[in-house]
């Protein structure tokens, strides 16, 4: 059990204050998190915080001295534990799960889009288990396009013709804000879609009006969002440190997103098997799995290996991050190195791809290598094999082209009608 500064038990909130090891937490080292059963039994856990505590026999207390800016004493950690825990209910109530619960049946006949739309939020990010950054931009999503649309609207009044109306007008010019793009277009229809869906399983809606509209065709551009292992070396040479030289290269030839380097641990790097273990990310600046879910591992070709044993100190030890920020034990500001990234690529002259796509030159330099689409499936952590095959576009077609330069020639031709008169 946690107590309080003053000696107050966690149950008179209905929780559990706890007290973890945190390596943000800078000052402290420790963070306050909040763990409870809702109305629905359901088991919640939150952050709460760095935490300025100090140890008190078996409980903790307020830490000496000026608590610093951002930080949590035990009492305001349990205000805002209570705080969340009545954010926890009324987004139940809005649901209508504690409606059900109490009145052992539920009416949601009743139930408005927006009821529908935060019930869905709310489950992705309980039960799903949402990364942080797709919790924020669905929220964003609903909150700028979705609600505004559909909001109030009863869901079960809303028509297949309601939603071509608010599709076509996406594409309108004269649209508040423009015309958007094909590809944001797309990923608003599938997150209506979603949310319709979760509608039939969870408010019996008898058919969604989001299916049958087509998407929009998304074309790629002319030339392929990668660079070239010169390219890639010009980067490098245009860093501004060592440590930024590095993560260029392991991005590039290892493929590991910007909050995977960022997270990437001393552990995670098998130097006898010439891998590395993907296993966490940052998101929303918080720590979380890697999209893929279970992780993945990435060969690492051997420059990578001899590079990365000289980068190593002697003193690290394997739950060292591997690439530190500017205060000790934090990690990089994955933002500030995406400006580094920028101002070195326009250094070195290069066409101004994102940092991202130096995760797309690895899928691209890999597939033109020679290595299988299957092989590169599994190296980047692809759940279907169509999102690899767009490096496909990228491949060298030179031997291709030999191949059809010979059976082109004349005496390729003439070989052939001569064959083929013998046969006659």
Not at 76 to 92: D, G, Q, S, T
Not at 118 to 124: L, M
Not at 325 to 345: H, V
Not at 354 to 381: C, E, K, N, P, Y
């Amino acid at each position: 059990m946690f107590e309080g500064s003053g000696g107050v038990p966690a149950e008179r909130i209905d929780g559990a204050l706890l007290v973890v090891a945190s390596m943000k937490a800078a000052e402290s080292g420790l963070a306050f998190y909040g763990k409870w059963r809702d109305s629905t039994r359901s088991q919640v856990k939150r952050k709460l915080g760095p935490a300025w505590v100090e140890r008190h026999g078996e409980s903790w207390r307020k830490r000496r001295g000026a608590c610093p800016r951002g930080y949590l004493v035990p009492n305001a950690a349990a205000e805002r534990l209570r705080e969340l825990i009545e954010e926890r209910e009324r987004e139940l109530d809005l649901a209508g799960t504690l409606a059900d619960r109490k009145a052992g049946v539920g009416d949601r006949r009743a139930a408005t889009f927006a009821d529908v739309a935060e019930a869905w939020h709310a489950h992705g990010r309980d039960v799903n288990g949402w990364k942080p950054a797709t919790v924020r931009d669905r929220r964003s999503t609903l909150r700028v396009h979705l609600l505004p649309a559909f909001g109030s609207r009863p869901i079960r009044e809303i028509a297949r013709g309601d939603v071509r109306a608010w599709w076509h007008g996406l594409h309108d010019k004269r649209r508040k804000g423009g015309r958007l793009s094909d590809r944001n277009a797309n990923k608003l229809l599938a997150e209506l879609r979603a949310i319709f869906n979760w509608a039939a399983e969870e408010y019996g809606l008898a058919e969604n009006p989001a299916n049958g509209i087509r998407k929009h065709r998304e074309l790629t551009s002319e030339r392929p969002s990668f660079y070239s292992v010169e390219e890639v070396e010009k980067l490098v040479r245009a860093a501004t440190s060592e440590q930024d030289a590095l993560i260029f290269r392991i991005a590039a030839f290892a493929g590991l997103r910007r909050g995977e380097l960022v997270s990437l641990r001393w552990r995670q790097i098998d130097f006898a098997r010439a891998l590395v273990h993907v296993v966490e990310s940052v998101s929303a600046g918080q720590d979380a799995r890697v999209k893929d879910g279970e992780g993945r591992t990435v060969p690492l070709v051997p420059q990578l290996q001899q590079q990365l044993a000289a980068w190593r100190s002697p003193a690290a030890s394997d739950e060292d991050l591997v690439f530190l920020g500017t205060l000790p034990g934090r990690k990089l500001d994955g933002d500030a190195l995406s400006s580094r990234y920028r101002e070195a690529r326009d250094r070195a002259g290069l066409p101004p791809l994102r940092f991202h796509d130096l995760r797309h030159t690895f899928g691209s330099l890999a597939v033109d290598g020679g290595a299988s689409l299957v092989q590169v499936q599994a190296w980047m952590g692809h759940s279907e094999i169509k999102t690899t095959m767009r490096y496909l576009h990228s491949k060298s077609r030179a031997e291709d082209a030999e191949l059809l330069a010979r059976a082109f020639t004349v005496g390729a031709v003439e070989q052939l009608e001569q064959a083929i008169g013998g046969v006659e």
